[in-house]
């Protein structure tokens, strides 16, 4: 199994709290991902990075941001979290070093409730 | 844009039935095709993917054949287990960076 752990396992905040939720990998993978599941959805991506300091949007960015400051952490922010954001998030790493036809691995994620 | 489309589910099997779960994609490009699987609880993994038209992708008895002219990737088993009860999600990857688009995910219920 992919080295990806993801922090917290479990949140519940508040309308209008904010939140950071913490991606770690062990494989020196250069790109790593954030989704959102939802029922009806699928998985929709947030965000992504390509290296340290590299980041860029993806369909559902809106209310969130991203960091990067070393190559196995990647945080996610929600700035003002709101009830629509109350989701399962995903992790996911990538060594994509072949266009697109890399295997993306995935993190056990992360289950979200804004109240 | 990106686009994948797979058949609602729930799908509910007795062991040993033949499985199918329709997929079928839009996209620019020659995008490569995914199945993943989510255990309850659990994230995603790799079932399996192909690259390039008429690879087929197969593991755990698990088959896709990614058909351009169809643009679609079913996914099939010839006979289901009680252990296969999962979600399946059909994902493309197009472009750049291995994004993925992903199908709405279709629920497998076998049952004894």
């Known amino acids: 199994d992919a080295g990806i752990t993801q922090s917290p396992r479990h949140k519940v905040t508040e309308t209008g709290t904010p939140v950071t939720l913490r991606c770690h990998q062990t494989e020196n993978h250069r790109y790593m991902y954030w989704y959102r599941q939802d029922p009806g959805h699928g998985l929709r991506l947030i965000h992504y990075?390509?290296?340290?300091?590299?980041?860029d949007k993806g369909e559902v960015s809106d209310g969130y941001s991203v960091s990067r400051s070393k190559t196995e952490d990647f945080l996610l922010t929600l700035e003002s979290a709101t009830s629509s954001q109350t989701s399962v998030y995903f992790c996911?790493?990538?060594?994509?070093?072949?266009?697109?036809?890399?295997?993306?691995?995935f993190g056990p994620g992360t289950r979200l409730t804004v109240l | 844009g990106n686009s994948v489309t797979q058949m609602e589910g729930p799908v509910t099997l007795s062991e040993e039935a033949f499985l199918t779960i329709n997929c079928t994609y839009t996209a620019t490009g020659y995008p490569s095709l995914f199945w993943y699987v989510q255990y309850p609880g659990e994230g995603l993994q790799l079932l399996l993917k192909?690259?390039?038209?008429?690879d087929k992708g197969s593991n755990k008895g698990f088959e896709a054949t990614y058909r351009k002219e169809t643009t679609s990737f079913h996914l099939e088993k010839g006979s289901v287990q009680v252990s296969d009860s999962a979600v399946y999600f059909c994902a493309l990857s197009a472009g750049t960076a291995s994004k993925l688009t992903f199908g709405t995910g279709t629920r497998l219920q076998v049952t004894l």
């Open positions: 996911a790493i990538s060594e994509s070093t072949s266009g697109n036809t890399d295997t993306q691995y």
């Open positions: 990075s390509y290296g340290v300091k590299d980041t």
């Open positions: 192909a690259t390039k038209a008429d």
